[in-house]
Nanobody, 120 residues
């Protein structure tokens, strides 16, 4: 079994920063792409950022220049650094990883979500 555990959310003032982490554990053979999504109240879940196994990154236009995605392959962990936060960044943030387990093909796994609230 594979489990993704997120941490790092919280309440921050506009202009502030947070760092989210997502650690995968279990019978992992390899991890391909990693990414972050978010869902605000009453809205659809949306793409935020992604990073490939080779380190190539991609960002939603709304977060370019403010958020940075990174990964530590040795720790099976991905990070999302959120800077210059705005109230419209308020949402539940979910991590996602494309993981191949020891006994199976590659599947998408999701974290449980962590709340980020930007408010004064």
């Amino acid at each position: 079994q594979v489990q993704l555990v997120e941490s790092g959310g919280g309440l921050v003032q506009p202009g502030g920063s947070l760092r989210l982490s997502c650690a995968a554990s279990g019978s992992i053979f390899s991890i391909n792409a990693m990414g972050w999504f978010r869902q605000a109240p009453g809205k659809e879940r949306e793409f935020v950022a992604a990073i490939g196994s080779g380190g190539l990154t991609n960002y939603a236009d709304s977060v370019k220049g403010r958020f940075t995605i990174s990964r530590d392959n040795a720790k099976n962990t991905e990070y999302l650094q959120l800077n210059s936060l705005k109230p419209e960044d308020t949402a539940v943030y979910y991590c996602k990883m494309q993981i191949r387990t020891v006994a199976s093909r590659e599947y998408a796994y999701w974290g449980q979500g962590t709340q980020v609230t930007v408010s004064s």
